[in-house]
């Protein structure tokens, strides 16, 4: 659970197995998984494809930081960023090495176009997993970008990838050999929002 104080008012969003939701979800996601070793419908490529993808440094903040905003205003709810800081502390998150991996695809101008986000984590039995937590595409094909996270994140130790199917098309993720693994529930704690 992630708190935040603005002006004395804490405020999450949390997320629960959608099985032990005592209170009115928000929205429900659902958890896709892919075993490296069990790739049946895709063959990961030795390195990403994107022409222009690499590792976000601290130079592109200014302009990842619009991208995400402007991507996410299509949203009904979201998360609006508000400065550098907020934005750093959540995409590159220097002080937690190896942990946090933010990718962006430059294109041949220098504007960033693309976006991806995971996070790599020991899970129960303490295999590297990875978790993709965005996929904003204006210009590359979400497809491609998953693949290339993918491989990314294989490189970084990670056996398997998990992702949330919030934004990511189903037909997606089984062309990629995900497998729905289970659901979960998000819940806002004394956030203010219209109905």
């Known amino acids: 659970m992630r708190r935040v104080q603005t002006k004395n008012i804490y405020y999450s969003v949390m997320s629960a197995s959608s099985e032990n939701s005592l209170f009115k979800p928000v929205t429900i996601a659902t958890q896709w998984i892919c075993q490296f070793g069990h790739l049946t419908n895709v063959q990961l490529p030795s390195s990403p494809r994107t022409p222009g993808w690499r590792r976000m440094t601290s130079d592109d903040v200014t302009?990842?930081?619009?991208?995400?905003?402007?991507w996410s205003s299509q949203f009904e709810i979201r998360r609006v960023f508000t400065s550098e800081e907020e934005f750093c502390h959540h995409f590159v998150c220097p002080n937690v090495p190896n942990y946090v991996f933010t990718y962006v695809v430059e294109n041949k101008t220098g504007s960033i176009t693309d976006l991806v986000k995971y996070n790599i984590v020991p899970d129960e039995t303490g295999t590297l997993s990875a978790t993709i937590s965005a996929v904003i595409s204006t210009q590359s094909s979400v497809h491609q970008l998953i693949i290339d996270a993918m491989v990314s994140a294989k490189e970084n130790g990670a056996k398997h990838v998990g992702v949330n199917q919030t934004?990511?098309?189903?037909?997606?993720?089984?062309?990629?050999?995900?497998?729905?693994?289970?659901?979960?529930?998000?819940?806002?704690?004394?956030y203010r929002y219209h109905e």
């Open 63 to 70: 302009s990842a930081l619009i991208l995400v905003n402007k």
């Open 167 to 190: 934004n990511i098309s189903i037909d997606i993720l089984q062309l990629l050999s995900f497998q729905p693994s289970g659901s979960l529930a998000y819940f806002f704690y004394n």
